[in-house]
């Protein structure tokens, strides 16, 4: 480390993935609507399309607040870390854009988000759309959390949803979602 | 009663809600840190003015995007407006958007779909 940290050869992964926007770190709310700025003005500066503008950066803030609300009610939990650091990538694929979202899970929540996940892949967009209907109208109570905003996210997605849980140890796991908009 | 009126964050909406002449606005985008917090006091007004007074009320609504909790404020909002639509009160919901953004009309149509009250979606240029 005598000359520094290689800033050099992180740029140059993150461009070799085609990403635009990577935030590792603190999810804050004023940190969610900094972010939320720097995309809006580089997808408005270039060719997207408004409807294709509006679906990146709603999946964006949808994931980001997922973070954001998960971390939150760890807080304090015993026996677990408390983590509010989550992991966020926008980048391009093919002529697509994609989201990637992460944060450390306990992982005794993971086995009822991927029952979730699963459900949702399973749905096409009529069926994804009643689902969120349905949600909409529920009492405050039952929404658990993420139950709309992965529904929203679902409907704002050119394919399902991918998801992957990575170990970290016997009580934790890293918890990613893509979304290809 | 008294007029609300807050004005826009980043991440909350400009709202003007006006008992005189029952006009109510809203404009920019939403998606605040507690949408339950930020729409309560709103509720609050429209459920005020629907009881006090028996003056129309036209809503007039230009949101570019709103995240799932403020959707979900808003229908809690507006499913209230169809109730007293239904019991007779004059109700008119007003939703502009932007020609460009096919997205945000899909939206805002949708907001729509399950609501008896008077609701139309109006496409401008360059709006939020």
């Known amino acids: 480390m005598s000359d520094g940290f290689d800033l050099y050869r992180l740029r140059m992964s993150l461009m070799e993935d085609d990403i635009l926007i990577c935030f590792n770190g603190p999810f804050s709310h004023s940190i969610i609507e900094e972010i939320g700025l720097a995309i809006r003005s580089y997808l408005e500066s270039g060719e997207t399309p408004p409807s294709a503008s509006t679906d990146v950066f709603a999946v964006f803030v949808e994931l980001a607040q997922n973070v954001q609300a998960y ?12 983590f509010d650091a989550g992991t966020l990538v ?27 996940l699963e ?56 918890f990613s979602l893509t979304v290809l908009v | 009663m008294d007029n609300l ?68 404020c808003l229908v809690d909002i507006l499913d209230e407006l169809d109730e007293a639509y239904g019991k007779g009160r004059d109700v008119r919901v007003s939703w502009y958007c932007d020609r460009r953004n096919e997205r945000a009309q899909e939206s805002a149509q949708e907001f729509g779909e399950d609501i008896d009250m008077p609701f139309e979606v109006l496409l401008e240029e360059g709006a939020s």
């Open chain 1, 71 to 82: 971390a939150a009610r760890l807080k304090g939990v015993a026996g677990l870390r408390a």
């Open chain 1, 90 to 116: 926008i980048g391009r694929t093919d002529a697509r854009f994609f989201v990637s979202a992460g944060n450390v899970v306990a992982r005794a929540d993971m086995e009822p988000l991927a029952a979730r």
């Open chain 1, 119 to 174: 459900a949702l892949r399973g749905l096409d967009k009529d069926g994804l759309k009643r689902l969120y209907k349905e949600r909409l109208r529920a009492p405050r109570a039952s929404e658990g959390g993420a139950g709309l905003g992965l529904i929203d996210v679902a409907r704002r997605a050119s394919e399902p949803l991918r998801y992957r849980a990575s170990e970290i140890d016997d009580r934790h796991l890293f």
């Open chain 2, 5 to 72: 009126i807050i004005e826009a964050s980043t991440s909350s909406p400009r709202v003007r809600l006006d008992a005189e002449s029952g006009i109510a606005e809203f404009g920019g985008e939403s998606y605040p840190e507690n949408a339950f917090d930020f729409y309560e006091p709103i509720s609050l007004w429209f459920r005020r003015f629907i009881a006090e007074s028996s003056a129309a009320l036209r809503l007039q609504i230009r949101l570019s995007y709103l995240n799932t909790s403020s959707t979900k």
